[in-house]
């Protein structure tokens, strides 16, 4: 079965640090992969999208993800953590079916402190 | 384009109302979806269209009804609402040319 699974919970990153927030899929065919950011009392924003080619993506708010097949990993980075970026942080996965929903992982809540 | 717009933001209902949950896009995309969101279970999926007039449940479809008569509108209803089913509704659609989803702003529900 398709699975996504997002290790942390939550993570506190001070502001200026860098930030990694994991990402583990469980997929039959190729996976398509995103990430998703959810500010506080708001809707899910797409941050990137993986789909083929380079392996490394870059999105929206400096965010960037690296797709490594072999360890079924899609992992998001930056390099440098502003206030803004606390939010929850969603992983998902999908198939090369436009018509089969996505899997999303339970998300991991950032915290940004000074 | 408004995008995907949903109607109630905030709804507060007995256990036993029902209502309707409005979702509606302008951007013509076939596919559209409900999940619904509480702490620490991520998004689960209510339900998903992949055009007018098909649906299908997904992960919790129990307790929930769906129609999509029309490409635009996707409304989600609650017959017979339970406390359970208190949490933050979200409604998103797909461009037929791409694989990911476009959320709406959300739906707070609260059964007391």
């Known amino acids: 079965a398709q699975s996504v699974t997002q290790p942390d919970i939550h993570i506190t990153v001070s502001e200026g640090a860098s930030l990694e927030l994991r990402c583990n899929y469980s997929y039959g065919a190729t996976p398509y992969l995103f990430w998703y950011v959810q500010s506080p009392g708001q809707g899910l924003q797409l941050l990137l999208k993986y789909f083929s080619g380079d392996t490394l993506v870059q999105g929206i708010k400096g965010f960037e993800a690296e797709f490594k097949r072999s360890q079924s990993s899609f992992n998001l980075r930056k390099p440098s953590v502003h206030w803004s970026d606390a939010a929850e942080y969603f992983c998902?996965?999908?198939?090369?079916?436009?018509?089969?929903?996505?899997?999303f992982g339970k998300g991991t809540r950032l915290s940004v402190i000074a | 384009n408004a995008g995907v717009t949903q109607t109630p933001k905030f709804q507060v209902l007995k256990t036993g109302q029902s209502m309707t949950l409005q979702c509606a896009q302008d951007m013509n995309h076939e596919y559209m979806s409900w999940y619904r969101q509480d702490p620490g279970m991520g998004l689960r999926l209510i339900h998903y269209s992949v055009g007018a007039g098909i649906t299908d449940q997904g992960e919790v479809p129990n307790g929930y009804n769906v129609s999509r008569s029309t490409t635009e509108d996707f409304p989600l209803r609650l017959l017979s609402a339970a406390p359970s089913q208190t949490s933050v509704y979200f409604c998103a659609s797909r461009p037929p040319t791409g694989l990911e989803e476009f959320f709406g702003p959300g739906t707070r529900l609260t059964v007391l």
């Open positions: 998902a996965v999908g198939s090369y079916s436009g018509n089969t929903p996505l899997v």
